[in-house]
């Protein structure tokens, strides 16, 4: 079975994994920082 | 095989080295921005003209370096070539799921419900007094129903789903598009000063660009623009109106098929499904993780950092996808009726939002 995933989805997925990578401390605030 | 996939080919190059090419391009261009917006940041007065260099954020110059790259990368032929990765929808979205994780479900609920309120009148209103004046104009059905709802809902993403449902031509959802974006940028500018000269409170400021700039990243670089505040208000009003696509698609495609073609077989509803931005879903479920405490550590000032990067991204795109190519086409009618709808807009978004945010349902952050 072939999944499509549209932009919605790709943005969301992406979005969390950040959220993910932030909670767990692996991407550190000083490395964004805008 | 889609025409996009057509003019890769001519372009040359994979899908994917496309995309890292032009990834590449934008986040050099947003680094730019955002070296830009530190520069004159702490700036008091620039140039001797009373501009204080905090009110130049950095959308503004990640959309005028976008439109600055524009005309360059398509002089010298890498325009087509990097395409791929100019994806002003995705950066955006990104950046919405992620602005959710700092904004109280209570807010949301708060803001949600005047946003309704705002959203029906706005579209509905909008609406009708698009598609009454482009018949006016003579414009054609198919053009004035994806005006109308690109006008009354959320620009680009409104005119392609409107499109999909009254089988528009190719070449009228890429002109309006251009004018979503001709009239945004400049809003996106214009909007907070207005608001600024007329001391308007943050939410209501917000409620008021959600409402009447027709594109959801302008919308958050007003916003920006305007207040932190500003910015949560205008995302969560934008995005209650953005769920209103799918029901618009589908009033358009009965419409469309029972009433213009008579044809008896009506189109399923499930369409409205199908049209539902979806990360709007993310934007509430990150929410509720920041609103229960769920999130392990603090990580806000990470999350609100790629939030900006994500938008900055956004807005470099939007600079870059501008065509205006189609305008000289299609004739300056529809332009006429796309800037009298939008001055209609905006008066009365002002008085909406001024009316639900500032009194109804004031969302007190």
Do not use: H
């Amino acid at each position: 079975m072939k999944v499509k995933i549209n932009e919605d989805w790709l943005a969301t997925i992406i979005a969390f994994v950040l959220l993910l990578l932030a909670m767990v401390n692996f991407i550190k605030p000083e490395w964004v920082k805008f | 095989m889609t025409t996009s996939t057509v003019k890769q080919e001519k372009a040359g190059g994979s899908g994917t080295v496309n995309f890292l090419v032009g990834l590449v391009i934008v986040v050099v261009l947003a680094f730019l921005a955002r070296w830009f917006k530190g520069l004159v940041y702490g700036v008091e007065d620039l140039f001797g003209l009373g501009i204080p260099g905090k009110v130049l954020e950095f959308p503004l110059w990640a959309a005028l370096l976008g439109l600055i790259a524009n005309p360059i990368l398509k002089g010298i032929k890498v325009f087509d070539y990097a395409k791929p990765g100019f994806r002003t929808e995705l950066f955006l979205k990104i950046g919405l799921v992620l602005l959710g994780a700092g904004i109280s479900f209570k807010v949301i609920v708060t803001a949600a419900a005047g946003a309704i309120v705002q959203g029906i009148i706005m579209v509905s209103s909008v609406y009708f007094f698009s598609w009454w004046l482009g018949g006016k104009f003579g414009l054609p059905d198919t053009l004035r129903a994806v005006m109308s709802t690109a006008v009354s809902i959320c620009g680009v993403s409104a005119a392609i789903a409107a499109a999909g449902s009254v089988l528009a031509k190719k070449e009228e959802i890429t002109y309006v598009t251009a004018l979503v974006i001709v009239t945004a940028l400049p809003l996106m500018v214009i909007a907070p000063l207005i608001a600024g000269a007329m001391n308007m409170p943050e939410p209501v400021a917000g409620a008021w660009f959600g409402g009447n700039v027709d594109t959801t990243a302008a919308v958050v670089g007003a916003g920006t623009i305007y207040g932190e505040t500003a910015q949560k208000i205008a995302s969560i009003v934008k995005q209650t109106q953005n769920v209103l696509i799918g029901v618009v698609a589908f009033l358009l495609a009965l419409y469309f098929t029972t009433v213009v073609e008579g044809k008896k077989e009506k189109p399923s509803a499930a369409i409205i499904w199908q049209r539902f931005p979806k990360f709007v879903l993310g934007f509430i479920i990150a929410s509720l993780i920041f609103t229960f405490g769920w999130l392990a550590t603090d990580p806000s000032a990470a999350i609100k950092g790629m939030k900006d990067w994500a938008f900055c991204l956004a807005f470099v795109c939007m600079g870059l996808e501008l065509e205006v190519a189609g305008f000289k086409k299609m004739g300056w009618a529809p332009v006429i009726v796309y800037l009298i709808v939008t001055i209609f807009n905006t008066l009365l978004a002002l008085g909406i939002s001024w009316l639900i945010f500032g009194w109804l349902f004031p969302a007190n952050l």
